[in-house]
């Protein structure tokens, strides 16, 4: 059901919010806040819906402030009814992952804990360590988050020793294998010397060691020597038997005792102050524990059987169903722990219990966590604290009026104005906010090559990051999370007055601050003043500036040195008639240089998608001239 934007929210006209109550069923499903603007502020789910949306105007002191926020801005309404709590959580679940409101934002993304990626989405897919959820295709799968990034180095190192896989994303040889094949490190993935079907069980296999299943899969090797050894293939039981006692040594860690080791169990806790909320769960798979995971939340977002609630509905929801344990023990009640484990014994096949102990071994174990969970707070405290004495030493600098929650850097880079780019970085309380990074090709016809000029190239950008502030004045600008309370640009006088000039012309300096960095001496430079601000450079606050700068300046350069590879890479295929730039994209996709073009016959070049026989006796004709 979609409605049309409503000028007036539903706080403010009691009438309409009482009407819209009503129209609410008591029944399982989920339901949609949205603004003025019919934007999606909140998904959330329910087993009676009317009941649980209601809530939220009555019970208001018992609101975060989060969530106070969320519901002073509702102007509409929505919901879908369900025949099952379970259902209803499974499509909550799906409609964040594709809408992603604001304020469904639980988990924080700070890069602190690692994720192992497999590209499950690629034929021969690669296992490789990231922080950032984000970079994924469809298909592909993480396992994670780990607090131990240097045993999760270690068990990577191990796998690729023990298990036979790729290991480059790209060949380095045209016709043959590398020296990877010959070690017996590698299949021969780039020369195809194995198949897809059989590839992926190789990685499915190492898959279960992030799983948790690693003593699963020593008993499918076990078994698997005894039959090759049965069949007289001594080789492969040799090699499964290195396997196997590379495995036991991995999983050589902490013997945790409880009363029924053949249990599949995972442990969850949490130690909070007023702003972060640091949970840890432990996976215990025959009495061992096998996997340690960290998650940071924003303690404001719920009570504790809240957060705990949705950090396990996130983590299961990932989750392969042989990953869900049999048993759960919570440091406290859930909220709707039922709706849980229902929706788990569903997508398990088996029945998962979900239980918050209180006496003997299993609390004691729920006390280990949440002792663990602790360090992890104490941990990011120390951080939260460099970096909130920095933001309070530049508010103190800049004259602020708050703190500088959001503060956005931006930086011009190119060699002589060619393949001029810039950079817009993002710190939240001080920590980068890699989700909000973005480039930007220049597109100012003046700026080419033998010709730049860094102040039209920043006053190019900054109009086009805030035109639909400009174009838009009834926008919301203070107290938008897009919005930023602070933004810098790395230069001096020159490069700061032309941003002010584009900023006065779209009538948006009156909310937004503004200041630069010079480079020679980190002198920070206000609008409309000619002498710098009287600064140490050492001070926490010029840090942070100096930070958010150097940030700026990689991820440009970063930026233009991929342009200008991709130029290089193409521009003798430039100089063949026909041969356009989607088509250049294919031939480079295919066989990934252009010496590798250069080597192919005609016959070869015509079974790339879109290159035809005539096109391809061009090619080859153009680098084989008679």
């Given at each position: 059901?979609?409605?049309?934007?409503?000028?007036?929210?539903?706080?403010?006209?009691?009438?309409?919010?009482?009407?819209?109550?009503?129209?609410?069923?008591?029944?399982?499903?989920?339901?949609?806040?949205?603004?003025?603007?019919?934007?999606?502020?909140?998904?959330?789910?329910?087993?009676?819906?009317?009941?649980?949306?209601?809530?939220?105007?009555?019970?208001?002191?018992?609101?975060?402030?989060?969530?106070?926020?969320?519901?002073?801005?509702?102007?509409?309404i929505?919901?879908?009814?369900?025949?099952?709590?379970?259902?209803?959580?499974?499509?909550?679940?799906?409609?964040?992952?594709?809408?992603?409101?604001?304020?469904?934002?639980?988990?924080?993304?700070?890069?602190?804990?690692?994720?192992?990626l497999?590209?499950?989405?690629?034929?021969?897919?690669?296992?490789f360590?990231?922080?950032?959820?984000?970079?994924?295709?469809?298909?592909?799968?993480?396992y994670?988050?780990?607090?131990?990034?240097?045993?999760?180095?270690?068990?990577?190192?191990?796998?690729?020793?023990?298990?036979?896989?790729?290991?480059?994303?790209?060949?380095?040889?045209?016709?043959?294998?590398?020296?990877?094949?010959?070690?017996?490190?590698?299949?021969?993935?780039?020369?195809?010397?194995?198949?897809?079907?059989?590839?992926?069980k190789?990685?499915?296999?190492?898959?279960?060691?992030?799983?948790?299943?690693?003593?699963?899969?020593?008993?499918?090797?076990?078994?698997?020597?005894?039959?090759?050894?049965?069949?007289l293939?001594?080789?492969?039981?040799?090699?499964?038997?290195?396997?196997?006692?590379?495995?036991?040594?991995?999983?050589?860690?902490?013997?945790?005792?409880?009363?029924?080791d053949?249990?599949?169990?995972?442990?969850?806790?949490l130690?909070?102050?007023d702003?972060?909320?640091?949970?840890?769960?432990?996976?215990?798979?025959?009495?061992?524990?096998?996997?340690?995971?960290?998650?940071?939340?924003?303690?404001?977002?719920?009570?504790?059987?809240?957060?705990l609630q949705r950090?396990?509905?996130e983590h299961?929801?990932n989750?392969?169903?042989?990953?869900?344990?049999?048993?759960?023990?919570?440091?406290?009640?859930?909220?709707?722990?039922?709706?849980?484990?229902?929706?788990?014994?569903?997508?398990?096949?088996?029945?998962?219990?979900?239980?918050?102990?209180?006496?003997?071994?299993k609390?004691?174990?729920?006390?280990?966590?949440?002792?663990?969970?602790?360090?992890?707070l104490?941990?990011?405290?120390?951080?939260?604290?460099?970096?909130?004495?920095?933001?309070?030493?530049?508010?103190?600098?800049?004259d602020?009026?708050?703190?500088?929650?959001?503060?956005?850097?931006?930086?011009?880079?190119?060699?002589?104005?060619?393949?001029?780019?810039?950079?817009?970085?993002?710190f939240?309380?001080?920590?980068?906010a890699?989700?909000?990074?973005?480039?930007?090709?220049i597109?100012?016809?003046?700026?080419?090559?033998?010709?730049?000029?860094?102040?039209?190239?920043?006053?190019?950008?900054?109009?086009?990051?805030?035109?639909?502030?400009?174009?838009?004045?009834?926008?919301?600008?203070?107290?938008?999370?897009?919005w930023?309370?602070?933004?810098?640009?790395?230069?001096?006088?020159?490069?700061?007055?032309?941003?002010?000039?584009?900023l006065?012309?779209?009538?948006?300096?009156?909310?937004?601050?503004?200041?630069?960095?010079?480079?020679?001496?980190?002198?920070?430079?206000?609008?409309?003043?000619?002498?710098?601000?009287?600064?140490?450079?050492?001070?926490?606050?010029?840090?942070?500036?100096?930070?958010?700068?150097?940030?700026?300046?990689?991820?440009?350069?970063?930026?233009?040195?991929?342009?200008?590879s991709?130029?290089?890479?193409?521009?003798?295929?430039?100089?063949?008639?026909?041969?356009?730039?989607?088509?250049q994209?294919?031939?480079?996709?295919?066989?990934?240089?252009?010496?590798?073009?250069?080597?192919?016959?005609p016959?070869?070049?015509?079974?790339?998608?879109?290159?035809?026989?005539?096109?391809?006796?061009?090619?080859?004709?153009?680098?084989?001239?008679?």
């Amino acid at each position: 059901m979609t409605t049309s934007a409503q000028t007036l929210t539903l706080v403010k006209d009691p009438e309409r919010l009482e009407k819209r109550l009503k129209e609410i069923p008591p029944e399982p499903g989920v339901y949609f806040m949205r603004d003025a603007s019919d934007r999606i502020l909140y998904i959330g789910k329910s087993k009676k819906l009317r009941s649980r949306v209601r809530s939220y105007f009555r019970d208001k002191q018992k609101l975060s402030d989060r969530i106070a926020m969320m519901v002073r801005q509702v102007a509409e309404i929505e919901f879908i009814v369900t025949d099952t709590e379970a259902e209803a959580l499974a499509l909550e679940a799906n409609l964040v992952k594709q809408h992603q409101p604001y304020f469904n934002v639980l988990l924080k993304d700070d890069k602190k804990y690692p994720y192992v990626l497999v590209t499950w989405s690629e034929d021969y897919p690669r296992i490789f360590i990231t922080r950032n959820r984000r970079i994924g295709k469809k298909g592909d799968k993480y396992y994670g988050p780990f607090v131990d990034a240097h045993l999760l180095r270690t068990t990577l190192r191990l796998a690729k020793r023990l298990f036979p896989m790729r290991q480059r994303p790209q060949p380095l040889f045209k016709d043959r294998a590398c020296l990877n094949y010959d070690l017996g490190r590698c299949p021969g993935v780039c020369q195809g010397l194995i198949s897809p079907e059989e590839y992926r069980k190789t990685i499915q296999k190492i898959a279960m060691v992030f799983q948790g299943r690693t003593g699963e899969l020593i008993d499918t090797l076990k078994s698997n020597m005894e039959k090759a050894a049965e069949e007289l293939n001594f080789e492969a039981a040799a090699r499964m038997r290195d396997q196997i006692g590379g495995l036991k040594s991995l999983s050589a860690d902490q013997k945790v005792s409880l009363p029924d080791d053949t249990v599949s169990r995972d442990a969850i806790a949490l130690a909070a102050d007023d702003q972060h909320a640091c949970i840890q769960l432990f996976q215990i798979r025959a009495g061992r524990l096998v996997g340690r995971l960290g998650f940071v939340a924003d303690a404001q977002s719920g009570t504790p059987g809240a957060i705990l609630q949705r950090v396990l509905e996130e983590h299961y929801q990932n989750a392969d169903s042989v990953e869900i344990p049999t048993e759960i023990l919570v440091q406290h009640e859930l909220p709707e722990g039922e709706m849980l484990a229902e929706f788990l014994t569903s997508r398990k096949g088996r029945k998962v219990t979900i239980l918050a102990p209180q006496r003997q071994t299993k609390a004691e174990l729920i006390e280990m966590v949440e002792r663990n969970a602790h360090y992890e707070l104490e941990r990011t405290q120390k951080v939260g604290d460099r970096n909130s004495e920095a933001m309070q030493d530049l508010a103190a600098i800049l004259d602020l009026p708050e703190l500088p929650h959001r503060i956005e850097g931006y930086d011009i880079s190119h060699i002589q104005g060619s393949n001029a780019v810039a950079s817009q970085v993002v710190f939240i309380d001080g920590l980068p906010a890699k989700q909000h990074y973005r480039h930007y090709k220049i597109k100012n016809p003046e700026v080419k090559s033998g010709h730049s000029d860094d102040f039209a190239s920043l006053a190019e950008v900054i109009s086009r990051r805030f035109r639909k502030y400009a174009e838009d004045p009834q926008m919301q600008r203070v107290g938008n999370s897009d919005w930023p309370d602070l933004v810098m640009i790395d230069g001096g006088k020159g490069q700061l007055s032309s941003v002010v000039a584009v900023l006065q012309e779209m009538n948006l300096m009156e909310d937004l601050r503004v200041v630069s960095l010079a480079k020679q001496r980190e002198e920070i430079f206000l609008p409309g003043e000619s002498s710098p601000l009287e600064t140490d450079a050492e001070q926490p606050g010029v840090q942070l500036l100096r930070r958010l700068r150097d940030e700026a300046h990689r991820f440009a350069v970063t930026f233009h040195r991929q342009q200008r590879s991709d130029k290089l890479r193409r521009s003798r295929l430039d100089e063949i008639p026909g041969l356009g730039f989607h088509r250049q994209k294919l031939l480079l996709a295919h066989f990934h240089s252009i010496d590798y073009i250069r080597e192919a016959s005609p016959k070869q070049l015509s079974e790339v998608s879109g290159i035809g026989p005539r096109l391809a006796q061009e090619i080859y004709d153009y680098f084989h001239p008679a």
